[in-house]
């Protein structure tokens, strides 16, 4: 099949590209399975070797290439054009952070954010006399799976209007790293992280809008964990708020 | 003047490795600078899916002599034993350790962390397969990556991130620091260091079919090389057994681990003929050359009968487990659980779903055996007398340690990160308490400068993607699985042409200096030509078959003449030079047979499974 790509362009070495512009690329003989990565790599390594994106292991682990294709945040290797309803794919850059060039932003602002909540394990006690590992039920590491899976891609982030409003707001992802610890049984931080959490650019600025959970490409419950941390924050303890047995295996997006 | 800065320790590359050695180097009082030409969490251990192997013996009897012996065995004998040893034995304090930080294995019952089966891996010197490997569901690697980035920040190590290292210092002998650009801005910067540790991952883009990230274009190997640092057992490069067919995406050992079975185009279990006792969990790759053979012998599946397939649906495992008297039975729930990304994968990628039908899969590029050559203390080594090059670290995939041999055991590339890069970062602290300075050459970015320009501005008419797959394609074709010495000749005679139409007829679109990813992606190919014509030319000079290098010409192992390591030499100093270089190449490194001389077991024998 035939397929057109309009993509939004920005190149600041260059005068006259250095405002956001689109432009269009015709690509023949693609395939059903062929992913959007692939052809964004076509397009720059036999059209337009200027076309800038980030990318490194093509599926969907290092959390590179988030982008908003035909307006909604996906990671570019994990789309196919069979998931695309006709031959034409817009793709833009993630909105709400500096672009720098092409499709690459400033992913700075994000990484601050996540730094501010205390994104490692605490706990100063001594480790088991016997050298061993702290022991930890399969049920308390159930609790906070989910936001193991985190890859920091910032399509949550940036789909967020209420980030896009208030870009102090810390933002899906660094919410979602923070439950990562909050219900993990072994830290011991939880207080002061839930601490930054309730302050005016924490939590409360997610007004329940949703676009990150479906932003995921993971498939991890991002509104879902943002409420639990709420809740810890309201009931002041996290024990009680995540309930496992409604914990199940979904089938990915 | 350029700009640079000035740190005790400089550590290339962010992964597992280069965040263990930065941890440390930075514990022991080091004032540490990571240069990562990624974002840390985008490096390639997020991938390892899964797990690390570790003697715990969590969930039935288990012994570090019994890891060293997987690993020796594994290596078809050409790993050093004593790096073999090291390697065993201090993976249990480095898997406790990881645990210690936080990192989420899953659990046992009783709270411990939980431990699968993997290729290779035995009770009782290759009696039976052993549950050796700690997980964190099929994403470990990512945990890993993930724990230890955290406790880098924790530690406030600093991050030079988009930085890529393009040349290394080196003043008479000695690693004086690197150049780097800037991604964001194309400044190139200095970093002046009085040890530099490589931990960049390996090379896989050499060749077409990869489960290889597109970042791993063995940066840090050229760089060193090119410099005059040697390469150790090129030859030796792992295909692994089971990716995606046609993608090259990894589906991980961890599968066979809790049951798969490959079945060939006729439906039958096939690994019986190659590996009867272990079957499916034999190394990998004897794995990668049984599915060969059976598309080469017509037993292929689909159209071309060039793939064969991966079976994790509860009916064939459960039947095959039933024919086995093995009391294990699993669920499709099971599955989910314990490989949820694998099934994603499958899903996204191929339209297949793993619980219900088997997946296609073809064996995959996937790791370096060979590499920078070090010591057990991660310190770069020169020749076989093992001269130590004053102020060179290599850890991770990057370095030949060489614990790994002629073939890594699945679960050992995470152990080896940790281990090796925590020996680095514990030495470097060390180290840099009583060293100085190497001091600097007078402009140290000069010839790199000159370099990049070089292909900034090339007037030729060839674009570096025509360059980049002819190479992945004939490296495919004549350095794969299997290798002979007219396939081999050509390979080298293909990968010297390419190279030649590299320096002189080269063009790229982007001459700006911002984010300038086609200037990048140009040099990263000019590493990948220099390491495919140091991997093709070791492998034409080893005429023997051992490990992940067979050779349909030689097809015995030859212990009385090839127990050494082959180091390839490039002479020199043209970065990029416009005819082919002078390559040495020394088979005079004697293999350790520590282990050996004091536990007959150890000694080299036919390797069955």
Redo the contacts between chains.
Sequence with gaps: MDVTFRIRRY????PGKNKPYWQEFRLADVDP?D?VLELLHRI???Q???L?????????????DAMRINGVNKLAC?V?M?DINGSKVQVEPILGLPV??DL?VD?EPF?GHY?EVM?????DEP?PAN????????DD?AQ??DT??C??CAACTTSCPSFWANGKYVGPAAIVQAH??IF?T??RAAKERLNVLAEPNGVWRCRTIFNCTPACPR?IEVTRAIGEVKLAIQRGTTTGIVDISTIH?K??T | MVKTHQFDAIIVGAGGAGLMAALYASKGGANVAVVSK??P????T??AQGGIGAALGNLEEDNPLWHAYDTVKGGDYLADQNAAKVLAEEAIDAV?EL????L??????????SQRRFGGHTSNFGDKPVRRACH??D?TG??IL??LY??C??HHVKFFDEYQVVDAIMNNGACAGVVAMQL?TGELTVFHGKATLFATGGWGKIWSVTSN???LTGDGAAVVYRRGVPMQDMEFFQFHPTGIYK?G?LITEGVRGEGGVLINGKGERFMEKYAPRIKDLASRDVVSRAIYMEISSGNGAGKNKDYVYLDVTPKTVNRYFAEAGDERRITA?DV??KL??IL??C???L?VDPVKDPMPIQPTAHYAMGGIPTNVNAEAVLDEHWTVIPGLYAAGEVACVSCHGANRLGTNSLVDLVVFGRRGGKNIADYVKRADFVPLPPAPEREIEAELNRIRNGKGKT???ELRSAMQKEMMQNVGVFREEKGLNGALEVVRELRERFSKDLT???K???????LMEAWELGCLLDLAEATALAALKRTESRGAHSREDYKERDDANWMVHSLVTRHGSELSPSTAPALTINVNKKVDMSLAEVDPRFAPKVRTY
């Design positions: 190149n600041p070495d260059i399975n992913r720059k390594w036999e337009d070797g200027t800038t994106l980030r990318r490194s292991c093509a599926h969907g682990v290092c959390g590179s994990k196919l069979r720098i060039k690459v992913m990484f730094r994104p490692f394990f605490v706990n480790v050298g061993r590992e702290r022991l930890q039920s399969p590491r906070y799976d193991t899976k890859i920091l990562r610890f993990d072994r830290d498939g295996i089938e990915p | 990624l974002y969490t985008r490096s390639h997020g991938t406790i645990e210690h930080m936080g989420p294995f899953d659990r046992t019952p009783e709270g411990k962390i964190a569901a994403r990512h945990m993930q724990t955290q406790q920040i924790k964001g990230a597109h970042s993608l995406i729930e989910e659980k949820p990304d994603e994968f899903r996204v990628y339209g674009r570096p993607h790229i679109d982007d700006g200096s911002t984010f300038n990813t086609d």
